[in-house]
C-alpha cells in the first residue's frame, strides 16, 4: 500500500498539489481524472519522484519519506524501482532494439543475467503481442506498438506499482484499443496500477478506486460506481465536457 | 614539365613520410585527448552548481573562454617559448620545457577539446528530457542514464560537428612546423627553400592534406550511417 499525507507542490507561484491526502492499495487499479493541468500528471510522477513534492509524507509498504527533508539517492533509487512508469509519448529508447528496452533495466539496474533477462523480456513482449517486432527499433513501430513495448519494459523491472500518465493520450483510436486492451488485461491480473487518463470509458471498466483532481486538490476519491452517477455538479459538468454521448443526448433534445 | 614531375616524385615520399610520421599521429593523438577532455568538460559545465563542483565549472568555462579566444599559433608559441620562462621557486625552478612533440599534443589537445567541449554539450541537451525521465524511472543512476542511453544517442547528433573539428586539426597541425616539428608542411617549406619551387612545393602538400581530409570526410559518411541504423524504417 502506498500513501500520500498532506502532499504540497509548488511550480513558481502555482499550486501544483495541495494537501493531497489518498492511498493505493496494492492489487488494485486506481484511475485518476480531472481537466488539463489539474495537477493529477505531477500527482502520478512524485509517486516515482519524477517531482519532488514541498512538503508532506510518502510512505511506501513499510518505508516513510517526508518530502520535507533532502532525499538521500538510495531512497530515490529505491522507489523508482518498486514502481514502474509508462509515459504519454513512451520514451523509448530508439538506439536500443526493441527486445534491448525492455531488458535494459533487468541487466543494468537489478544485474540479471542477460540470458534470464532475455527470456522474461520475450515472454513479456508475447503478453503484449509483439514479439515478433523484438529485433525492430522503436522508430519501426507504430506508436501503439510503441506504448506496448513501453509498457513491457515496465513490467520487467517486477515493479510493485505500474505507473501510467496518459498512455493513450497520443494514438490513434484503432491504436488505443490495442494499449487498453493490455492494460485490461493487467487489471484483471490483479497488477497494481495507478492510470492518469482522459478516456472515462476506460476509467469505468478498469478502475477500483476514481480519484477526481482539479486545481491540485482531490475533489473525488472513490468507487467508479460511484463517480459515475455524478454525485456533485462540478463532476456531472466534467463527465458532459469529456463523453462525447452527453454530447450527442443533449443535440438529440 | 619533366622537371616538376621529376621534384613531385622525389619530395612526395618525403613528405608522406612526415605525414606517417607526425601529421597523421598528432592529430589522432590529440584529438583522441581532445575528446576526453571535451566530455569531461561537457558534463562539468552541464553539472548542477553546487558544492565543490561550482569550482569544477568556473574551471572548465574559464578554459574553453581562454581555448577559443585565442589564436592557435599564438597557445603553441607560449607552451613551446614561453612555458620555459615559467619559473616557480619549489615546483619549477627552470621553468616548464617540453619537447616540441609534448608541446604540440598539449596545446592541440586541448584547443580541439575546448571547441568538441560545445559541441558535446548541445548534443547532450539535444536529447529529449523524455530519455532522462524514463531511465530514471527504471531506476537507472545518473552515470548509468549517461553511460547507457544519453551518451550513445549524443554521439550520433554530435558526429558531423565532430568531424569538423577533427578535419579542421588535421589542417592545423601544419602549424606545428612553428615549434620544429617537422610535420608535412616543414618538409615542403625546407625542399622549396632548396628547389626554388614554391608553387610546386606547396601546391603539393595542399594536395596530401586534401587527401587525408577527403579520407576522413568518408570516415565521416560510413560512421552516420552505422549510427543511425536504428531511424531507417523496416523494410
Given at each position: 500500500?502506498?500513501?500520500?499525507?498532506?502532499?504540497?507542490?509548488?511550480?513558481?507561484?502555482?499550486?501544483?498539489?495541495?494537501?493531497?491526502?489518498?492511498?493505493?492499495?496494492?492489487?488494485?487499479?486506481?484511475?485518476?481524472?480531472?481537466?488539463?493541468?489539474?495537477?493529477?500528471?505531477?500527482?502520478?510522477?512524485?509517486?516515482?519522484?519524477?517531482?519532488?513534492?514541498?512538503?508532506?509524507?510518502?510512505?511506501?509498504?513499510?518505508?516513510?519519506?517526508?518530502?520535507?527533508?533532502?532525499?538521500?539517492s538510495?531512497?530515490?533509487?529505491?522507489?523508482?524501482?518498486?514502481?514502474?512508469?509508462v509515459?504519454?509519448?513512451?520514451?523509448?529508447?530508439?538506439?536500443?532494439?526493441?527486445l534491448?528496452?525492455?531488458?535494459?533495466?533487468?541487466?543494468?539496474v537489478?544485474?540479471?543475467?542477460?540470458?534470464?533477462?532475455?527470456?522474461?523480456?520475450?515472454?513479456?513482449?508475447?503478453?503484449?503481442?509483439?514479439?515478433?517486432?523484438?529485433?525492430?527499433?522503436?522508430?519501426?513501430?507504430?506508436?501503439?506498438?510503441?506504448?506496448?513495448?513501453?509498457?513491457?519494459?515496465?513490467?520487467?523491472?517486477?515493479?510493485?506499482?505500474?505507473?501510467?500518465?496518459e498512455?493513450?493520450?497520443?494514438?490513434?483510436?484503432?491504436?488505443?484499443?490495442?494499449?487498453?486492451?493490455?492494460?485490461?488485461?493487467?487489471?484483471?491480473?490483479?497488477?497494481?496500477?495507478?492510470?492518469?487518463?482522459?478516456?472515462?470509458?476506460?476509467?469505468?471498466?478498469?478502475?477500483?478506486?476514481?480519484?477526481?483532481?482539479?486545481?491540485?486538490?482531490?475533489?473525488?476519491d472513490?468507487t467508479?460506481?460511484?463517480?459515475?452517477?455524478?454525485?456533485?455538479?462540478?463532476?456531472?459538468?466534467?463527465?458532459?465536457?469529456?463523453?462525447?454521448?452527453?454530447?450527442?443526448?443533449?443535440?438529440?433534445? | 614539365?619533366?622537371?616538376?614531375?621529376?621534384?613531385?616524385?622525389?619530395?612526395?615520399?618525403?613528405?608522406?613520410?612526415?605525414g606517417?610520421?607526425?601529421?597523421?599521429?598528432?592529430?589522432?593523438?590529440?584529438?583522441?585527448?581532445?575528446?576526453?577532455?571535451?566530455?569531461?568538460?561537457?558534463?562539468?559545465?552541464?553539472?548542477p552548481?553546487?558544492?565543490?563542483?561550482?569550482?569544477?565549472?568556473?574551471?572548465?568555462?574559464?578554459?574553453?573562454?581562454?581555448?577559443?579566444?585565442?589564436?592557435?599559433?599564438?597557445?603553441?608559441?607560449?607552451?613551446?617559448?614561453?612555458?620555459?620562462?615559467?619559473?616557480?621557486?619549489?615546483?619549477?625552478?627552470?621553468?616548464?620545457?617540453?619537447?616540441?612533440?609534448?608541446?604540440?599534443?598539449a596545446?592541440?589537445?586541448?584547443?580541439?577539446g575546448a571547441?568538441?567541449?560545445?559541441?558535446?554539450?548541445?548534443?547532450?541537451?539535444?536529447?529529449?528530457?523524455?530519455?532522462?525521465?524514463?531511465?530514471?524511472?527504471?531506476?537507472?543512476?545518473?552515470t548509468?542514464?549517461?553511460?547507457?542511453?544519453?551518451?550513445?544517442?549524443?554521439?550520433?547528433?554530435?558526429?558531423?560537428?565532430?568531424?569538423?573539428?577533427?578535419?579542421?586539426?588535421?589542417?592545423?597541425?601544419?602549424?606545428?612546423?612553428?615549434?620544429?616539428?617537422?610535420?608535412?608542411?616543414?618538409?615542403s617549406?625546407?625542399?622549396?627553400?632548396?628547389?626554388?619551387?614554391?608553387l610546386?612545393?606547396?601546391?603539393?602538400?595542399?594536395?596530401?592534406?586534401?587527401v587525408?581530409?577527403?579520407?576522413?570526410?568518408?570516415?565521416?559518411?560510413?560512421?552516420?550511417?552505422?549510427?543511425?541504423?536504428?531511424?531507417?524504417?523496416?523494410?
Open positions: 500500500m502506498i500513501k500520500f499525507e498532506h502532499v504540497q507542490k509548488t511550480f513558481g507561484d502555482h499550486q501544483a498539489l495541495s494537501d493531497i491526502n489518498t492511498t493505493f492499495n496494492a492489487h488494485e487499479t486506481t484511475v485518476i481524472v480531472g481537466p488539463s493541468g489539474s495537477g493529477k500528471s505531477t500527482l502520478l510522477r512524485s509517486l516515482n519522484l519524477l517531482e519532488r513534492p514541498e512538503s508532506g509524507l510518502y510512505h511506501f509498504n513499510d518505508q516513510t519519506i517526508d518530502f520535507a527533508k533532502p532525499l538521500t538510495k531512497t530515490v533509487l529505491n522507489v523508482r524501482r518498486k514502481t514502474g512508469m509515459f504519454q509519448d513512451y520514451n523509448l529508447f530508439p538506439h536500443l532494439s526493441v534491448k528496452n525492455v531488458m535494459e533495466g533487468p541487466v543494468q537489478l544485474k540479471q543475467k542477460p540470458s534470464a533477462a532475455k527470456q522474461t523480456a520475450l515472454d513479456l513482449l508475447t503478453k503484449v503481442g509483439l514479439a515478433d517486432k523484438a529485433n525492430a527499433f522503436p522508430g519501426q513501430l507504430s506508436g501503439g506498438q510503441q506504448q506496448r513495448v513501453a509498457i513491457a519494459r515496465s513490467l520487467a523491472m517486477n515493479p510493485e506499482y505500474v505507473l501510467l500518465d498512455p493513450t493520450s497520443a494514438l490513434d483510436p484503432e491504436l488505443e484499443a490495442g494499449v487498453l486492451r493490455v492494460l485490461l488485461a493487467l487489471a484483471q491480473e490483479d497488477n497494481s496500477m495507478i492510470i492518469v487518463t482522459h478516456n472515462m470509458e476506460f476509467a469505468r471498466a478498469v478502475a477500483d478506486k476514481i480519484l477526481f483532481v482539479e486545481d491540485g486538490k482531490i475533489l473525488f472513490g467508479p460506481a460511484e463517480f459515475f452517477k455524478q454525485p456533485t455538479q462540478r463532476i456531472a459538468d466534467f463527465l458532459a465536457a469529456m463523453t462525447f454521448t452527453t454530447i450527442s443526448d443533449k443535440a438529440n433534445q | 614539365m619533366d622537371s616538376i614531375w621529376h621534384i613531385i616524385v622525389t619530395s612526395a615520399p618525403q613528405i608522406a613520410v612526415a606517417l610520421k607526425y601529421t597523421i599521429p598528432i592529430a589522432i593523438i590529440s584529438f583522441a585527448i581532445g575528446l576526453i577532455l571535451a566530455v569531461l568538460t561537457a558534463l562539468v559545465k552541464l553539472s552548481r553546487r558544492g565543490w563542483f561550482s569550482i569544477l565549472k568556473a574551471v572548465a568555462y574559464f578554459y574553453v573562454w581562454l581555448f577559443r579566444s585565442t589564436p592557435l599559433l599564438v597557445q603553441l608559441f607560449i607552451v613551446y617559448f614561453g612555458l620555459p620562462y615559467l619559473k616557480i621557486k619549489g615546483i619549477w625552478p627552470n621553468g616548464i620545457q617540453l619537447d616540441p612533440w609534448t608541446a604540440g599534443i596545446t592541440f589537445s586541448l584547443n580541439t571547441y568538441c567541449a560545445e559541441t558535446i554539450r548541445a548534443a547532450i541537451l539535444s536529447i529529449p528530457q523524455g530519455q532522462w525521465e524514463a531511465a530514471y524511472s527504471i531506476g537507472m543512476t545518473k548509468q542514464v549517461l553511460r547507457r542511453i544519453i551518451l550513445p544517442q549524443a554521439a550520433r547528433v554530435s558526429l558531423p560537428p565532430l568531424s569538423n573539428s577533427f578535419i579542421s586539426l588535421v589542417k592545423d597541425t601544419s602549424l606545428a612546423a612553428s615549434i620544429t616539428i617537422i610535420e608535412m608542411f616543414e618538409v617549406q625546407q625542399i622549396a627553400a632548396e628547389n626554388y619551387q614554391p610546386v612545393m606547396y601546391s603539393l602538400v595542399a594536395a596530401f592534406y586534401a587525408l581530409c577527403t579520407v576522413l570526410s568518408w570516415l565521416q559518411g560510413y560512421l552516420e550511417k552505422r549510427t543511425s541504423r536504428y531511424l531507417r524504417p523496416l523494410n
